[in-house]
């Protein structure tokens, strides 16, 4: 049998595919065949087995997918921040609401310092007391003052009023200049635009005197010469840093809703 026969056949005859003649011609060919008994040993031979990875490869590995890991989890807390932070800038920046003298009023009324179904002194109304009490704060016996209510005579889709107030001296004279604006949330703005956020045809008070007016007896207090303007400003906290020049100044962008002395 030929060398090339043979070394075709090894490979039936490692795996013990051929036949009995067959291989047992393949086994006298090889016992004489120096060559070709080189090559199926060679073939016979087990192949080396892949050595295991080894530990630092491994542990790179791990070291690469936890850092990964982390770096998943770190952008996913800075997509959160960024979400958390831009709701919540939309919900506390407030745009002001235009102004509507239809719609937007000033209302001039009387406040009394009268005991409360408990027993309590608080402001109130002289519209809203019984009889014997109205007649009571009409013979001096309760302290009565003039308040000044802002007032919605039409729901004007506002979520809040805000109010800043400051007694200056203008041309040696002594003014109280207070400035107002119904606001507007940059959320409810953009995704609750049909929405109504205030009160439906209601009365707000205003800040007038920048005391806690409705709990405690105005000792001293005396009239001033008050002028009340709607200033269209969201964020009225930026007037506390403004000297009294620039606060009364301010007035050239405002509207004068009302003006007297009280």
């Known amino acids: 049998m030929k060398c090339c026969i043979v070394r075709d056949l090894l490979p039936g005859y490692i795996d013990g595919l051929n036949?009995?003649?067959?291989?047992?011609?393949?086994?006298?060919?090889?016992?004489?065949?120096?060559?070709?008994?080189?090559?199926?040993?060679?073939m016979s031979a087990k192949l080396p087995e892949e050595p295991p990875p080894k530990k630092k490869d491994i542990d790179f590995l791990k070291k690469l997918k936890e850092k990964l890991?982390?770096?998943?989890?770190?952008?996913?807390?800075?997509?959160?921040?960024?979400?958390?932070?831009?709701?919540?800038?939309?919900?506390?920046?407030?745009l002001p609401v235009p102004y509507d003298p239809e719609r937007m009023t000033i209302e001039l009324f009387q406040n009394t310092y009268t005991p409360n179904d408990?027993?309590?002194?608080?402001?109130?109304?002289?519209?809203?007391?019984?009889?014997?009490?109205?007649?009571?704060?009409?013979?001096?016996?309760?302290?009565t003052v003039d308040e000044l209510r802002f007032v919605l005579q039409e729901n004007v889709r506002s979520d809040g009023v805000t109010s800043r107030g400051r007694t200056i001296r203008r041309d040696g004279k002594t003014v109280r200049?207070?400035?107002?604006?119904?606001?507007?949330?940059?959320?409810?703005?953009?995704?609750?635009?049909?929405?109504?956020?205030?009160?439906?045809?209601?009365?707000?008070?205003?800040?007038?005197?920048?005391k806690n007016f409705f709990r405690e007896s105005l000792e001293k207090y005396e009239p001033l010469m008050r002028e009340i303007y709607y200033?269209?400003?969201?964020?009225?906290?930026?007037?506390?840093?403004?000297?009294?020049?620039?606060?009364d100044a301010q007035r050239e962008d405002a509207v004068l809703v009302w003006s007297g002395v009280i």
Request: aromatic share 14%; proline share 2%.
């Open 19 to 42: 036949s009995e003649e067959t291989d047992a011609e393949v086994k006298e060919h090889l016992e004489t065949c120096a060559e070709c008994r080189t090559v199926c040993e060679r």
């Open 69 to 94: 890991r982390h770096r998943y989890a770190f952008g996913a807390f800075l997509i959160c921040a960024a979400v958390i932070c831009a709701v919540s800038y939309m919900k506390a920046y407030d």
């Open 118 to 143: 408990y027993g309590l002194m608080v402001w109130s109304d002289v519209r809203t007391l019984d009889e014997e009490t109205a007649e009571a704060a009409a013979r001096g016996e309760y302290e």
């Open 177 to 210: 200049v207070v400035y107002y604006c119904y606001t507007r949330s940059l959320w409810n703005n953009l995704f609750r635009p049909g929405k109504n956020g205030f009160m439906d045809s209601s009365v707000y008070r205003g800040a007038i005197y920048e």
């Open 231 to 247: 200033l269209p400003m969201g964020n009225m906290n930026r007037l506390n840093r403004l000297s009294d020049e620039e606060f």
